[in-house]
């Protein structure tokens, strides 16, 4: 069983960045996403990153949003740069240990689902 757990949630205002964070208590899982979740709203996949550092974005972050990660250091990141007040949500970051096959990663975002450990979650503000 692995756990995670994210740091880094915050207060910014429209245009500002934060940095969120994930560690995992032991190796980081093949494929490690990050969804958001605002009120009244279904989870939303935002970014996912495969172990060969491949990674997918949901369209409303291309161009803002970075994933990345540290194997060394059992840590996934997520730059958020020229934040937007629709990106205020809580943030969760997710793992899937096991590989799903060629193009699997495309599809990792609509299919939460598939995630089999989660953390807790960070909330995030963007005051406009």
């Known amino acids: 069983q692995v756990q995670l757990a994210e740091s880094g949630g915050g207060s910014v205002q429209s245009g500002g960045s934060l940095k969120l964070s994930c560690l995992a208590s032991?190796?980081?899982?093949?494929?490690m996403a990050w969804f958001r979740q605002s009120p009244g709203k279904g989870r939303e996949g935002v970014a996912a990153?495969?172990?060969?550092?491949?990674?997918e974005y949901t369209d409303a972050v291309k161009g803002r949003f970075i994933i990345s990660r540290d194997l060394a250091k059992k840590s996934t990141y997520l730059v958020m740069d020229n934040q937007k007040p629709e990106d205020t949500a809580m943030y969760y970051c997710?793992?899937?240990?096991?590989?799903?096959?060629?193009?699997?990663?495309?599809?990792?975002?609509?299919?939460?689902?598939?995630?089999?450990?989660w953390g807790q979650g960070v909330q995030v503000t963007v005051s406009s």
């Open positions: 990153i495969e172990q060969d550092e491949s990674t």
């Open positions: 997710a793992g899937r240990p096991c590989f799903g096959g060629q193009k699997y990663l495309s599809s990792l975002l609509t299919r939460p689902g598939e995630f089999d450990y």
């Open positions: 032991t190796s980081s899982p093949f494929y």
